[in-house]
Each structure stands twice: as C-alpha cells, then as structure tokens.
C-alpha cells in the first residue's frame, strides 16, 4: 500500500499528539535517505523519529529499532544539527492531505537570537524529499536532494529558492470537505481517489470496492466522513498482511478488509510498531540481495581477472619451453656469420644437429653477431623465467579457487553481517580494498551457524572461509566429523559428537545441511565428502578454507535446511 495521505493523516495525527513542545536532542543520518531525531517528549520521554526519503519506502514513523551511523555524519545531518538541534517542536502539521508533514521548530542561531525553522517531508515515492526552510521569508535553508531545472521545470528544490507546494491536483481536502461536497464530487467523478485527495486507488479498492460497484456515492461519503472522524480521534486498527511465505505484504493504520480476509495478519499497538515490523523484514531482505549481488558480482570480476591471468602465464610457460630453439639459433648463427648479410632479414644455413637447412629470422637492424646475442639472451630469460612463471600460475590456480569457495558461500549468507564478513575476509586476502573510515574497526570472534539434528548433535557452519578454518582446525575435536560438498565450494560443516558415535541418519543429515551451505543448494543428489577431522591437515600456507584430507568417505544426499528441524536451533 502507497504512503498515500490517508496514512500521512493517520501517522501525523499521532505525531501531533506527541510531539508538540517535544525537544530535539540528536540528529543522526543511518543512510544517505534517512534522518532519525531522537526527541524528548512531554508524556512519553524520548523517542526516535524516523524520516525516509527511499524511493522504496518513503515514509515519516516513530521507530523503536537501531540503526548503526557513519563514522562521518553526511553534510546535510550536519546542517540540521547546527540548525535544529536542541530545538523544540511547536506543531506538526498536514498541508491539506497532501503526502507531506511540517515540523515546525522553535530555536536558537550562533548569535543566541529565536529563530522558527520548518522541516518539511514530502512523501511521494521516489519524489520523496526532506526541506529545511526559514518560517519568516520561506527561503530553502537545504534539502536531502536538490532538484534543478534539469530535474524539474516547474518547481526547484535549491538552497536560497522560495520554497513552494507542490502543484495542488484540484481534488477535494478530506479535511474541510462536508458530506455533500464529497457525494457530489465521487458521483461526477465515478471514484474515490479522484474526487477525494489522500485515497490512492488501491486503498480506494480495500475500502469502497462494494459501494462503487452499487454506485452508491452518499454511502461512500459517510464512510469517508467517518474515516476522517476516526483518523482525528485515533481510532486506529494497524495491522500488517502476510504472504504465505511469512514475508509481508502490506500494512496500514487502518483495517484493510478484503486483505483481512484472504492473508494472514497481525495487529499492533501503534502504527509506529506496524511500520517497523513490515519495513524491517522487507528492507532486511532488499539490503541483503543488493550486497549479495555486488558482492557477486566483484567475485566474478576478480576471478575473470585471474583466468585472464592465468591465460597469459600458460602463454608465456609455453614460450618459455621453446627456449632451446632460441639457443640453438644463435649457435647456429655463430658458425655461419659469414653467411649472413648486414640489413637481412633472415639466414639460411644447415643445422650440424641434423644436417637439415634450417631459416633463422634476423632483426635487419642489428648485425650478425648482435643478432646471436638476442638469441642467447632471450635463451637465459625464458629459462630463467619458465620456473618464476610457473610459480606464479600454482599461485594464480590458488586464487582462483579461492574464489570459487567464496563465490559458493554469498549464496549462502541470509543477513548483512554474515556477507559483510565475507568482503572482510576478501579484503583481509587483498582481494578488495578496505573501506576508509576513522578509528579502529571493531573486532568480532567467529561465531559460526549452529544447529541441532533430529537425535540432538550440535551442527557448526562456517559463514565464511575463516570461519571454516576455525570450526575444522580449532572448535571441533579429533572424534567430530567434518563434512564437505565433493569438489563443490561450500562451507565446512562439523559434526559436534562429545565421544558418541552418531547414527547413519545423524550422519545423513549432517551431509544435507553441508549440500544446502555450498553451491549445489539448487540441485538433487549432492555428493559430499565426510572424514573424522583426525584425518584433516591444513597445507603450510595455504588461503582460508583450504584443506587436505584422507580417509575419507562419499555420500550422495539432497539439500536440506538444517534450521527446518527445529524452531529457533540457528
């Protein structure tokens, strides 16, 4: 459902309630679109007030979660901290029932003087923008985004502008409208949400669907009227609508019928808790696929790049093992300089291995003899180079399936840390470069997936390679087993025994869950390798995660879900 204005109504009714004579204490800016203030109010203490200008999921709520901030707050938080910061709240208000809410504030310049600001959030997709402007002249102070002509012809959002609504769509305000205004202008109109302003028409679907299709304006009219009388009153039933998948779909502040009916919900308190439990799991699920795609995608680039790498050293190997041809050339052409002409371009002359006449290409602007001694030259730096360069491609096969290792284990992250300790680990290894920011990072331990089998085994699940040398080579035991897609990058999976012998079916079961943290997640008879993590050494110098073993075993096995077993075993 749209941030229409019926839910700016709903969410600045509440605001009023709450925040006039309210005192800014914080301003903090989590995202380059968002801007929390933590308020102090008169009855309720502090709250955090989130304003988000996202193209997807625009939106102004009190909001009980956290959010982590930059090291450096952004330009514009800046600015509304010099500005309004320890300011006090007069009024928050709706401009008719547009998709907009004014704060206006009461504070102090760097002269000590009074001065009235107003903080302006235009909710209107993407759209959406937060304006600082002065109350006296209506001049643009800032605003999250600046809008030029370029943008928009019609109406600029710049430092120094005078600041103006948004053209007025010539709908009626659901605020001042009487009963008959509304019967009249949904009859002429033939729908809600062109004659009303603030219903978009898929609120208009969940409301009036019935008394549109009887053609019934006056009934809509007195539904609306009460609407507006509920909405004042807070009168409210937020809910958010699930999918069957648990995911949500939908929310609002007021009861959706037609949702209530076919989805499953569930109602809260405030329409500040609905909006954090629906944005929270959406947006969640948005940031995770977005860093997994360019995680992704920079793994493919950095493997691209060393097979490239590894093209060109196979290249030069090759031309290195002629290096004797070269050899044999400029001896060749040692015994036979007086059959070489100044300016030529090549020589023929008889070989004194085979007796056969062999051409030997000359570079025409060197003599005989210098040409013999690029020849002996090139001999000593092919064979010198064969060995460096040979190292260099058991180093370049190394990186390469690194990262097929890493490439198997993003699919495998469900949450931003755990892909954020994936390019952690990509950049410790030198693959990526490490973000600038001040002061010193903070250190995490390993704190690997865990799970609980059917007969009560603990699960260990690597989330990234230096996980998985951690619960092969430090957490598990010599008795545990260790469990491994066969030639598959994967995560490693250790079977905690505490000196039981575990049952095939435990062991089954171990081997599903390593073929659901690998790349074969998607596919069916799975092979994974199980050993007893005795038998597990780790080659001197090798990158994380790699490892050798014997005696080993091979059982083929589906994916299967180790958090299906039982609620809460993650």
């Given at each position: 459902?749209?941030?229409?204005?019926?839910?700016?109504?709903?969410?600045?009714?509440?605001?009023?309630?709450?925040?006039?004579?309210?005192?800014?204490?914080?301003?903090?800016?989590?995202?380059?679109?968002?801007?929390?203030?933590?308020?102090?109010?008169?009855?309720?203490?502090?709250?955090?007030?989130?304003?988000?200008?996202?193209?997807?999921?625009?939106?102004?709520q009190?909001?009980g979660?956290?959010?982590?901030?930059?090291?450096?707050?952004?330009?514009?938080?800046?600015?509304?901290?010099k500005?309004?910061?320890?300011?006090?709240?007069?009024?928050?208000?709706?401009?008719?029932?547009?998709?907009?809410?004014?704060?206006?504030i009461?504070?102090?310049?760097?002269?000590?003087?009074?001065?009235?600001?107003?903080?302006?959030?235009?909710?209107?997709?993407?759209?959406?923008?937060?304006?600082?402007?002065?109350?006296?002249?209506?001049?643009?102070?800032?605003?999250?985004?600046?809008?030029?002509?370029?943008?928009?012809?019609?109406?600029?959002?710049?430092?120094?502008?005078?600041y103006?609504?948004?053209?007025?769509?010539?709908?009626?305000?659901?605020?001042?409208?009487?009963?008959?205004?509304?019967?009249?202008?949904?009859?002429?109109?033939?729908?809600?949400?062109?004659?009303?302003?603030?219903?978009?028409?898929?609120?208009?679907?969940?409301?009036?669907?019935?008394?549109?299709?009887?053609?019934?304006?006056?009934?809509?009219?007195?539904?609306?009227?009460?609407?507006?009388?509920?909405?004042?009153?807070?009168?409210?039933?937020?809910?958010?609508?699930?999918?069957?998948?648990?995911?949500?779909?939908?929310?609002?502040?007021?009861?959706?019928?037609?949702?209530?009916?076919?989805?499953?919900?569930?109602?809260?308190?405030?329409?500040?808790?609905?909006?954090?439990?629906?944005?929270?799991?959406?947006?969640?699920?948005?940031?995770?696929?977005?860093?997994a795609?360019?995680?992704?995608?920079?793994?493919?680039?950095?493997?691209?790049?060393?097979?490239?790498?590894?093209?060109?050293?196979?290249?030069?190997?090759?031309?290195?093992?002629?290096?004797?041809?070269?050899?044999?050339?400029?001896?060749?052409?040692?015994?036979?300089?007086?059959?070489?002409?100044?300016?030529?371009?090549?020589?023929?002359?008889?070989?004194?291995?085979?007796?056969?006449?062999?051409?030997?290409?000359?570079?025409?602007?060197?003599?005989?003899?210098?040409?013999?001694?690029?020849?002996?030259k090139?001999?000593?730096?092919?064979?010198?180079?064969?060995?460096?360069?040979?190292?260099?491609?058991?180093?370049?096969?190394?990186?390469?399936?690194?990262?097929?290792?890493?490439?198997?284990?993003?699919?495998?992250?469900?949450?931003?840390e755990?892909?954020?300790?994936?390019?952690?680990?990509?950049?410790?290894?030198?693959?990526?470069?490490?973000?600038?920011?001040?002061?010193?990072?903070?250190?995490?331990?390993?704190?690997?997936?865990?799970?609980?089998?059917?007969?009560?085994?603990?699960?260990?699940?690597?989330?990234?390679n230096?996980?998985?040398?951690?619960?092969?080579?430090?957490?598990?035991?010599?008795?545990?087993?260790?469990?491994?897609?066969?030639?598959?990058?994967?995560?490693?999976?250790?079977?905690?025994?505490?000196?039981?012998?575990?049952?095939?079916?435990?062991?089954y079961?171990?081997?599903?869950?390593?073929?659901?943290?690998?790349?074969?997640?998607?596919?069916?008879?799975?092979?994974?390798?199980?050993?007893?993590?005795r038998?597990?050494?780790?080659?001197?110098?090798?990158?994380p995660?790699?490892?050798?073993?014997?005696?080993?075993?091979?059982?083929?096995?589906?994916?299967?879900?180790?958090?299906?077993?039982?609620?809460?075993?993650?």
């Open positions: 459902m749209a941030f229409d204005g019926i839910m700016t109504a709903i969410v600045g009714a509440e605001l009023e309630r709450q925040l006039s004579g309210a005192r800014i204490e914080k301003v903090q800016q989590p995202e380059p679109d968002e801007i929390i203030m933590q308020v102090h109010t008169v009855k309720d203490g502090r709250k955090k007030l989130l304003t988000s200008v996202s193209s997807q999921a625009a939106r102004v009190f909001t979660l956290s959010y982590e901030n930059p090291a450096l707050p952004p330009s514009f938080c800046m600015l509304l901290r500005h309004i910061q320890g300011g006090k709240i007069g009024r928050v208000f709706q401009p008719e029932t547009e998709r907009m809410l004014c704060f206006d009461e504070t102090v310049n760097e002269l000590g003087f009074s001065v009235s600001r107003r903080l302006t959030a235009e909710i209107m997709g993407k759209h959406s923008n937060l304006i600082l402007t002065d109350i006296e002249d209506g001049r643009i102070i800032d605003a999250i985004k600046h809008i030029s002509v370029d943008v928009n012809r019609v109406r600029q959002i710049l430092p120094g502008l005078t103006s609504l948004p053209p007025s769509q010539g709908k009626l305000d659901l605020k001042t409208a009487s009963l008959e205004e509304i019967k009249e202008r949904i009859s002429l109109e033939g729908s809600v949400s062109r004659a009303v302003q603030g219903f978009s028409p898929s609120l208009e679907n969940q409301l009036f669907e019935d008394d549109l299709a009887k053609r019934d304006p006056k009934a809509c009219a007195e539904r609306i009227v009460s609407l507006r009388e509920d909405i004042a009153a807070g009168r409210l039933d937020p809910r958010v609508y699930y999918d069957e998948d648990k995911s949500p779909r939908d929310y609002h502040g007021l009861l959706l019928p037609l949702y209530a009916q076919s989805l499953e919900n569930k109602a809260f308190a405030t329409i500040g808790e609905a909006m954090d439990a629906f944005y929270s799991r959406r947006l969640d699920s948005n940031r995770v696929m977005q860093k795609r360019d995680l992704s995608r920079s793994v493919a680039a950095l493997t691209d790049k060393q097979l490239l790498k590894k093209q060109r050293l196979l290249e030069e190997i090759k031309e290195a093992e002629e290096a004797d041809r070269y050899r044999v050339m400029g001896e060749l052409l040692n015994a036979n300089l007086h059959l070489a002409k100044p300016g030529a371009k090549s020589v023929k002359v008889v070989s004194y291995y085979d007796g056969s006449e062999t051409e030997i290409p000359l570079d025409e602007r060197l003599s005989p003899s210098r040409n013999a001694q690029a020849f002996f090139k001999y000593s730096k092919l064979k010198s180079s064969r060995k460096e360069k040979l190292a260099q491609l058991s180093e370049c096969e190394d990186d390469i399936a690194y990262l097929d290792s890493v490439s198997g284990l993003i699919p495998a992250a469900s949450t931003y755990e892909l954020e300790l994936i390019r952690s680990e990509l950049t410790q290894q030198g693959f990526l470069r490490a973000r600038k920011a001040p002061g010193k990072a903070k250190k995490t331990g390993p704190k690997p997936r865990r799970f609980e089998t059917s007969e009560g085994y603990t699960l260990l699940v690597g989330r990234n230096i996980e998985n040398d951690h619960i092969t080579l430090k957490m598990g035991k010599k008795t545990d087993w260790w469990f491994h897609t066969k030639d598959i990058p994967g995560s490693h999976v250790v079977l905690v025994c505490e000196d039981r012998d575990p049952s095939p079916a435990t062991m079961e171990a081997a599903s869950a390593a073929a659901w943290f690998s790349k074969g997640r998607q596919s069916q008879n799975v092979p994974v390798d199980y050993v007893q993590i038998y597990i050494k780790k080659p001197a110098g090798a990158k995660g790699k490892v050798i073993f014997t005696n080993n075993g091979t059982v083929w096995v589906d994916p299967k879900d180790p958090s299906e077993k039982e609620e809460g075993s993650r």
